[in-house]
């Protein structure tokens, strides 16, 4: 696991936006990041699974979180930028911004890949960062150091064989982040860096290994420190990283 200790007010005074935050290690990263002080905005298509996290950051007397239910897969570029004008007016800026959601697809040859099912990974796991970083930018330039954070895989890394438009979609992520990295650097504090989780036991990994035994698997809060550590200023210095959260 990423070694780091977080100080508990890590955090404090941070806005930070969690795609997928209803689920998964999106919603462990949404309730990790209000525990060390955020005001997470949760974002994601099910809304009854964010009031879910919600209710539980405020039963835990953490900052106070906004809900944003937006499906990405079906989400125009109005659509993001009535989402920043919002962070606008309600916030003033944008601190941290952590894209997670995404979408397994079915594991298959090229040859046999649904048409649809590759146009649909590509829009949730490839298009919806790029147009939300894109809507964004303006307000993570309002804020004194902001950290985008993409999500990767070892597939994004690496291809391998059926892994399709989900392994294709974590690539272009890894050279989204690179460019943006390389972009933002000279003129702007906002660092940009990839995170590979590492097998995680969600509902993805599970529909992934089905035979796998989940509970060998360390749970979303278990590869916490790291996602910590890019939201936090003791990153600061660091961008254009893939980095493993294991
Ligand atoms: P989950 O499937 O458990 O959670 C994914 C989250 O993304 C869910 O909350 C889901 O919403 C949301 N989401 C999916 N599609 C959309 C959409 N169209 N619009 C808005 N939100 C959407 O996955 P994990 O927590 O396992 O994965 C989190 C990230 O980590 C992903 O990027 C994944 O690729 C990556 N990853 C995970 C690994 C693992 O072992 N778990 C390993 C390597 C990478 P809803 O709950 O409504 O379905």
Redesign the pocket.
């Known amino acids: 696991m990423f070694d780091y200790t977080p100080p508990p007010a890590l955090l404090a005074k941070r806005i930070i936006l969690v ?9 462990a990263a949404a309730k990790s990041f209000a525990a060390h002080g955020a005001t997470v905005i949760l974002l ?3 809304t009854s ?1 964010l009031e879910a996290v919600y209710d539980e950051i405020e039963k835990a007397g953490h900052p106070q979180p906004a809900i944003y239910p ?4 079906g989400a125009s570029p109005n659509d993001y930028e009535d989402l920043a004008n919002t962070l606008e007016t309600e916030f003033g800026r944008l601190d941290g911004l952590l894209h ?4 397994l697809g079915t594991l298959t040859p090229i040859e046999h890949y649904d048409i649809e099912q590759w146009y649909q990974v590509i829009q ?1 796991n490839q298009n919806a960062p790029f147009l939300l970083t894109q809507a964004c930018l303006n307000l993570m330039k309002s804020s004194r150091e902001a950290s985008i954070v993409f ?1 990767s ?2 597939v994004g890394r690496k291809g391998r064989a059926y892994w399709g438009a989900y392994s294709v979609s974590k690539f272009a992520i890894e050279g989204l982040m690179q460019i943006l990295a390389d972009e933002l650097e000279a003129n702007t504090t906002i660092r940009v860096n990839s995170i ?5 036991r ?4 599970a529909s992934a290994y089905p035979g796998e035994d989940q509970k060998s698997l360390p749970a ?1 809060e278990d590869i916490m420190p790291l996602y910590l550590y890019l939201m936090g200023p003791e990153s600061r210095e660091l961008n254009g990283q893939a980095l493993n959260a294991q």
């Open positions: 795609t997928g935050a209803g689920d998964g290690i999106g919603r994601g298509r099910t699974k937006l499906n990405l897969e997670n959601a995404s979408l949730v999500t895989s070892s590979n989780p590492g097998a995680t969600t509902a993805m990994r979303p």
